[in-house]
């Protein structure tokens, strides 16, 4: 599903953070959560997987795509269609109601599916996470675990392949950090999508069939590691 290769990556300012990535595989359908210090690079490997951030050199393929062969028109096509993403901040437009929220990718981007049918998915995913009585609700009106279950239901409603996930129980108790968790696995698996999140949270970790660790320093280990530097 997912294949890097000799990734390099550097921010443009001078003496910007930069990343190598001699070789990344994970597999369709894996659920993996990154781990790391704080500055480690795990929400500039999410851009670089997302297509946001684009590497100086190296190959990027997702789902059999080379990322790095597309244009920016391209790839925003290709984050829309095929990538979900949940954001620690939620990242919901207050002036649009629950279900509008959820249907947002359809707006930016109109699948090939009838308008009818993306309406009648939204719908389903809010009621899967208990939402579906708030539909006309504002985002302001909900709670913060509300509010990230909308965003996952968002996230979900193109059925992508890979989700990625940045820090989304970052601002929840630690009941409603579960049950985002559990969320995101379970729309992951009933979809066969390849899950990562990053977090912080080690009582996160036991949920997911791999971690990735990436850190500053070069080691070896059995587990997959990146280095930052």
């Known amino acids: ?3 890097l290769r000799d990734i390099d990556f550097q921010y443009p300012a001078v003496g910007g953070f930069g990343m190598r990535i001699p070789r990344l595989s994970i ?8 781990v790391g210090p704080s500055g480690s690079g795990k929400t500039t490997l999410l851009g670089l997987l997302a297509g946001i951030l684009t590497p100086i ?8 795509t ?3 062969a597309l244009d920016d028109g391209q790839r925003r096509r290709f984050r829309i269609q095929q990538i979900g993403q949940v954001f620690q901040a939620f990242e919901l437009l207050h002036y649009l109601n629950v279900l509008e929220n959820v249907m947002l990718p359809h707006y930016i981007l109109p699948s090939d599916a009838n ?3 993306v309406r009648k998915r939204a719908l389903d995913l809010l009621n899967d996470v208990g939402l579906g009585e708030k539909t006309d609700s504002r985002p302001t009106e909900l709670s913060q675990g509300e509010q990230q279950r909308v965003a996952v239901c968002r996230a979900m409603l193109n059925q992508p392949p890979l989700l990625l996930a940045d820090e989304p129980t970052g601002n929840l108790d630690q009941a409603n950090k579960q049950n985002v968790v559990d969320l ?6 009933r979809n066969n999508s390849t ?6 949270d080690q009582s ?8 990735l660790e990436i850190e500053t320093v070069v080691s070896v280990s059995s587990r997959q590691r990146i280095e930052a530097a």
């Open 1 to 3: 599903m997912i294949e």
């Open 115 to 117: 308008a009818e049918n």
């Open 184 to 189: 995101l696995l379970d729309q992951a698996r």
């Open 66 to 68: 080379d990322i790095g």
């Open 57 to 64: 050199a190296g190959a990027l393929e997702i789902d059999g």
């Open 195 to 200: 899950l990562l999140m990053v977090t912080h």
């Open 27 to 34: 597999s369709a359908g894996e659920c993996v959560a990154v």
């Open 204 to 211: 996160l970790l036991g949920s997911f069939s791999n971690v």
